[in-house]
Structure formats: structure tokens, C-alpha cells
């Protein structure tokens, strides 16, 4: 399950087993509530599903859109907010299962025809514990207001759970900032359709490995009614060496499932010598005898720097400013 | 017989190294295996504190940190 490094790892692990699940299918393009109860209805049969085939299940993971999906025009009919009943559905299932669940929805936004792309954390008592908005909208066709920040919550079963959705994962800024607020299982919510089945499984295994850290990422699956892209699912969780420890099967409905150990994570983070990424990143050189054991910061990646500097001819800066 | 240099010392310290867990400071781990022997090369053996003599860190956040304030300081 850990490859691991060219070091032994020291010391006892003591963690609990995450039991999750992921259930891929193709949400129809909403374009009244109508549709959105049968997507609803979709994702309740799969959880009822999820606890008859895999007994025990402490979190249950489905796509991007979820009940919504992304039909080309018409989706402002299908906005939801925290407190609709079809999301209220989907908590009062949690607790009737008592399953923690990751669901996201295009929420309506106070700022009058905006909205977000937004994925909640479900506790098994079926409340609202934690809520994402995705940072990196798929710009151009994806309109909604981008969030601000990718924090991170306690889950069952010792995980700390960090958010992101879909486009999320193809900038690795996200995955770190979830990483270094904590995360031990990082959840990706999906839309992720063709012709990017290599980037799919690139960018899920970077974001695992350059992070340390377990990723589920649950993709839409088929070409759905009303919309016009081909998800092709391959839903998969992967561990923290990047290797992929389970995955779905392309352009159907299925569920994948994995016993995942959230201590195996926290435990390498401080007793890792090599592959510690989260130390290493912003203590370069910290084994030079110029730095040993405090090494350099992330004050010299210039790819940081770009924000308040002119760009390329210097005809251009990133503030708009000539 | 050829005669090879010994490469084991890490892997020793290591191995004495396996109940200290992190954050750590350098005084307690010197408290609970300074005194345990360490083969650095053919001929000669050293106790863990005399090998964290040089090591001017005084605390490490976690493994990684150790091994970089230690052999930074070799």
C-alpha cells in the first residue's frame, strides 16, 4: 500500500481504517427541480446501494454536480441552495446510514445571477460540517464565483479532510494549500471528461504524490441526458505514493471502494526521512552545512512572484495596470 | 581479502533511532539512546551523543529535520 522511501519508517503507527466509497454515474443536465429530484434519486439509490455492498462504509464520495450536472444553458433553473430539500435528502440518507458523504452542488450565490461551485462535508449524523468553494472555476464555459481558500476538516475514522473540486486539480497550488493545512485525505468531486483521461490520472496521482497524502477522486460517468460532454468516470483513490489502489471502469456506472489508514499519513509526515514533502518543499537545502536543519524557504520560487510583477514584454502586469 | 568501506553507519543510527518519535529535541533523544553504540566506520564505534555532538539544532519538528540538521553538520 506505502511504497515508501529509502528509509525504514520509525516508530509504532496507530490509525483507525477509513472505509470509503465512490459512486460514479452520469448526473443528467438539470434544467428545472424536476430533473434535480432524478438525479437526486440516482444518488440515493447508490448510497442505499453503497451500504449493502460494502457494509460498514464510513464515507461515501459522488461527482461534481451531483444532483445538477452541467447542461450547456438552462442550469440557472436548477440552482440549489444549503437548505433545499433535495440537499436536505441527501443529509437526512447520512444519518439514516450513518455515513459521512461528499456531495457538490451549483449553489445561488447572494450576489444577484451568480453562483458556486460548492462541495459540502456531511457528517454521519447528517449536518453540514464543512464547505468548499472551487477556487479554480473551468474558465471559459464555468461561470461560477471562485472561492477564496481551501481549508480543511476533521472526518471520521482520524481523517482530515481537505476539498477540492474538478478543475481544482489541475493547478498543484490547491492541493498543497489543503495539504498544509493538514489534510490526509484529499476528496476531488468531478467532471472530468474526454480528451483528458491522461491528465485525469496525471493530476491525481501528482496531487497524491507531491503531497503525501490519499486522494479520492470521484468522476461523472457516460454522456449524460442534456449534456454535451463525455465523462468517462475512472473514479479512483489513490494512495501516498501516487500508485492507484482502486479505480472505476470507463463511461459506466459503478462504485469503487478502499480501506484507507489516515495515521499511516500524519505518522509519515513526522517520521518520514525522505519523500517528506511537506518538510521539504520550503526547507530547501536544509542538509547543506550552510542550513542544516533549517534550509531555505519558499521565498525564491519565482512563480510566486508574478502577482505584483510585470509579466513577459512588461507591456502587461497581472493587476491590469499599464 | 578486498577490502570495502563500511556504508552502515546511517542504517545503525537508524535502527537506534526507531523509538524516538517527533517533534523531538536533540537533549531527548541524547536521554533516551545517548549512550547506545554506533559502528561509523571499520574500525570504530561511537555513542549517539558523541555523534549529535556537532549538530547545533537543538530541536527537530520531525524526522526529516534530524537527518538534514545532522548531516549538515558532519
Known amino acids: ?322 | 581479502m578486498e577490502e570495502r568501506p563500511f556504508k552502515g553507519m546511517i542504517h545503525l543510527l537508524h535502527k537506534r533511532m526507531n523509538g524516538i518519535t517527533y517533534p523531538a529535541t536533540k537533549q531527548e533523544i541524547i536521554e533516551q539512546i545517548g549512550a547506545e553504540r554506533v559502528k561509523v566506520d571499520a574500525v570504530t564505534e561511537m555513542t549517539v551523543q558523541e555523534i549529535l555532538e556537532p549538530v547545533k539544532m537543538e530541536q527537530y519538528e520531525c524526522a526529516a529535520q534530524f537527518y538534514c540538521a545532522l548531516l549538515g553538520s558532519l
Open chain 1, 1 to 322: 500500500m506505502d511504497r515508501g522511501n529509502v528509509f525504514s519508517l520509525n516508530g509504532k503507527i496507530e490509525t483507525e481504517c477509513l472505509s470509503v466509497v465512490g459512486a460514479q454515474y452520469a448526473p443528467i443536465g438539470a434544467v428545472s427541480m424536476t430533473d434535480v429530484d432524478r438525479n437526486l434519486n440516482t444518488l440515493l439509490n447508490f448510497m442505499d446501494r453503497a451500504s449493502g455492498a460494502f457494509p460498514g462504509t464510513d464515507l461515501i464520495v459522488a461527482p461534481e454536480a451531483c444532483l445538477q450536472g452541467f447542461p450547456q444553458s438552462g442550469w440557472e433553473n436548477a440552482l440549489l441552495t444549503l437548505e433545499a430539500q433535495q440537499v436536505k435528502a441527501l443529509c437526512e440518507k447520512c444519518a439514516e446510514l450513518e455515513m459521512w458523504g461528499v456531495f457538490a452542488f451549483l449553489l445561488k450565490s447572494e450576489l444577484p445571477g451568480a453562483f458556486t461551485n460548492t462541495a459540502v462535508l456531511v457528517d454521519d449524523k447528517g449536518k453540514i460540517r464543512h464547505t468548499y468553494d472551487k477556487m479554480n472555476p473551468w474558465i471559459p464555459f464555468e461561470t461560477s464565483l471562485p472561492g477564496e481558500s481551501c481549508t480543511v476538516c476533521d472526518g471520521p475514522k482520524g481523517a482530515k479532510i481537505g476539498l477540492i473540486i474538478c478543475a481544482d486539480g489541475d493547478y498543484p497550488e490547491i492541493w498543497r494549500e489543503a495539504a498544509v493545512n493538514g489534510a490526509n485525505v484529499i476528496i476531488r468531486p468531478t467532471h472530468y471528461m474526454d480528451p483528458w483521461q491522461n491528465a485525469w490520472e496525471i493530476t491525481n496521482k501528482a496531487g497524491a504524490y507531491f503531497n503525501q497524502v490519499y486522494v479520492v477522486a470521484v468522476n461523472a460517468s457516460g454522456t449524460a441526458e442534456n449534456e454535451n460532454y463525455s465523462c468517462f468516470g475512472r473514479s479512483m483513490i489513490l494512495g501516498p505514493d501516487g500508485n492507484i489502489i482502486c479505480e472505476g471502469g470507463n463511461g459506466v456506472p459503478s462504485m469503487i471502494k478502499a480501506n484507507l489508514y489516515p495515521g499511516i499519513i500524519d505518522a509519515m509526515r513526522k517520521q518520514a526521512v525522505h519523500s517528506a514533502p511537506m518538510y521539504s518543499y520550503d526547507h530547501r537545502g536544509a542538509s547543506s552545512r550552510k542550513y542544516a536543519g533549517t534550509g531555505r524557504g519558499t521565498e525564491d520560487y519565482r512563480s510566486y512572484a508574478g502577482t505584483d510583477q510585470e509579466v513577459g514584454s512588461g507591456q502587461i502586469d497581472t493587476k491590469g495596470e499599464q
